[in-house]
């Protein structure tokens, strides 16, 4: 799955007008094949920060969308926020639990040169001590396209029931023991970011489009 992410400013004035233009465009998105879904999130940390995430089949199918007259039509008056940053990932796994939540974590990791294959097995190891320990929606890890094929930034998106459950895995013995055991070197831990989805899209029958 080819996922494009961004950070976004949003005045307090212009939150209302700027979630209502936000939802609209994942509408007009939502009508093109390929599209799988789009979520908005809000930071909890300092005020006016959004992640806007949009996940579709693949890079080409994102293209052939913004090529189309709606989408030049929509997007070609200003915006209301200002982006902060705007990358393109691949995924390469995601852990599915059974709980249902709106809080989100957002890691970026610097990954050592030649690692993938054993960062990819360390993430396996997480993904199933956080499956078994509850509370988990999904964990989606993923690899920066900029950087290439052996490219030294993943970005790891873990939704879940709640903080508190978080914490709690965090607090667990089975994570402290899981922590003693990494690899040194392995990758380092550039940012943690903790977030709310406000707003989500998700189409089930995009095939027919």
């Known amino acids: 799955m080819y996922l494009q992410l961004e950070v ?3 005045a307090s004035g212009q939150l209302s007008e700027a979630l209502e233009w ?5 509408e007009v998105m939502a009508r093109n094949k390929g599209f799988v879904e789009a979520r908005s999130s809000q930071f909890l ?10 996940t ?3 890079a080409e199918a994102h293209q052939a969308y913004r090529a189309t007259p709606e989408a030049v ?12 940053l705007v990358q393109r990932w691949d995924e390469l796994m995601r852990s599915t639990g059974n709980a249902g939540g709106n809080f989100l974590v957002r890691t970026i990791h610097n990954i050592h040169a ?6 990819l097995e360390n993430r396996r190891q997480y993904d199933c001590l956080s499956l078994r320990e509850g509370g988990v929606v999904d964990i ?15 970005l790891v998106l873990e939704r879940r029931h709640s903080r508190e459950g978080y914490d709690r895995l965090l607090e667990s013995t ?16 550039e940012l943690t970011e903790c977030y709310e989805v406000i707003q989500e899209a998700n189409i089930d029958a995009r095939e027919e489009n």
């Open 174 to 189: 089975n994570y402290v023991e899981y922590e003693k055991a990494l690899p040194p070197g392995l990758y380092s831990t």
């Open 45 to 54: 940390g300092a005020p006016g920060q959004y992640l806007v995430g949009r």
């Open 22 to 26: 936000l939802s609209q465009l994942h």
């Open 73 to 84: 039509a929509f997007t070609g008056g200003p915006m209301p926020y200002k982006n902060l």
């Open 8 to 10: 976004k400013t949003i």
């Open 140 to 154: 989606r890890t993923y690899r920066l396209l900029a950087s290439g094929s052996d490219g030294i930034e993943a």
């Open 114 to 119: 030649g690692s993938w294959d054993e960062y």
């Open 56 to 58: 579709w089949i693949n």
